[in-house]
């Protein structure tokens, strides 16, 4: 918990953004089916990760239509650009999910149940006044955020996975690192009330986990792996994931922080951990360039005349 909480007294939220890059990222999961057990070998903890994966791509693309709701009216051009990338990671992130997603259903995780119910929820939060839409994302890319600094600062959580799990999923942290301010940023700039934004939050604060409970149990259950003598086997997964040093307990500090009248996603610095991951992938010998099809960088604003 020390690291977390050591951010909250964080940078100033004036803090420079930084230009958001599309990767354009093949990691083949439709050739091969990926490990049942991919983190720790553990089926509780593992369903966490499959929960949070098959959330991800009806998620994604709930996030993208919240921001282009406000896209038009943003003025400032380097925010515009930073949409841009949001978008287009958001979308990277989506389509190599549902190819993930797709390898786990090979090994009988009920895929389309899932999407759907979370497709449902979506639906009826769609329902709600745009900056609510909005607000919602903005509190989601802040656990998004925050779990993936919790994992990438410490190297035995990053070891845990396993195969190319490991890589496919620190590199989807690491963007989501990169472009953690750009909804808050245009919310702040569009909607900019205080109470929208932490009232949204507060609901989720109290009902995100139960709900990811709830798909853990139905994919236990779907595996034939949900019965009396198999909860001894999860008590490891329960501890690393809801125990009194799991990763509820370690982010929720940071989770707290959100409610702070002056918050900003900068505040909670990450640059030195960005830098590290992008030489560690895409550096000249980065593990994950075979893995790179192609990259979108950003474009300059162009600077307003006088």
Known sequence: MGRITSLLKGKSSKATASPIPVRHMDFGFQDNKEELYFYDNDPFATSFYAAFSLVIPKGEHFFIHSVRNYRDAIKDPELKERIRGFIGQEAIHSREHDAANASMEAHGLPRQQVEDRIEQLLWAIGKLPKPFQLAFTVALEHYTAIISYDTISSKERQEKFTGRTREFMLWHMMEELEHKSVAYDVFKEQVGNYFVRAGTMAPIAVGLFPVFVAIQLYLLQAQGDLTLKNIWKYRKGIASIYGPKGLISRITPAVLDYFRPGFHPN??????????????????????NDNLTKVVQPQRPKTAVA
């Open 267 to 288: 505040d909670h610095d990450s640059t030195a951990m960005l830098e590290d991951l992008k030489e560690r992938f895409f550096g000249d010998e980065g593990s994950l």
